[in-house]
């Protein structure tokens, strides 16, 4: 069994910067790999990144490319997301999860265990 809990988030004014952390317990690291999702209000969840441990592969969508940064510390089995230049169209609930399925990196339905989420609010 793996247990999934985010913490971080928070108000921000845009511009400003967050570091998401994702600490885990389990077997997380005999996974593909982690990512975070995020859902904003009134949308279905959303890609932001991933990172995949063969080969430490790191992705991110579109909407996050040059500004967010994925980077795992298995010492302490956490997984975080430095967010920089937070702009209001970021605020979300911002969710890791662990891809022992492999069917996609951006995929939700490939990622079997999922944390309970934290708020990110972007002021602007």
């Known amino acids: 069994q793996v247990r999934l809990v985010e913490s971080g988030g928070g108000l921000v004014q845009a511009g400003g910067s967050l570091r998401l952390s994702c600490s885990a317990s389990?077997?997380?690291?005999?996974?593909?790999?982690m990512g975070w999702f995020r859902q904003r209000p009134g949308k279905e969840r959303e890609f932001a990144a991933a990172?995949?441990?063969?080969?430490?592969?790191?992705y991110y969508g579109d909407a996050v490319k040059g500004r967010f940064t994925i980077s795992p510390d298995k010492a302490r089995n956490t997984v975080y997301l430095q967010m920089n230049d937070l702009k209001p169209e970021d605020t979300a609930v911002y969710y890791c999860?662990?891809?022992?399925?492999?069917?996609?990196?951006?995929?939700?339905?490939?990622?079997?265990?999922w944390g309970q989420g934290t708020q990110v609010t972007v002021s602007s």
């Open positions: 999860a662990v891809d022992f399925m492999g069917l996609g990196v951006t995929t939700a339905a490939s990622y079997d265990f």
């Open positions: 990172i995949r441990w063969s080969g430490d592969r790191r």
């Open positions: 389990g077997r997380t690291f005999s996974s593909y790999g």
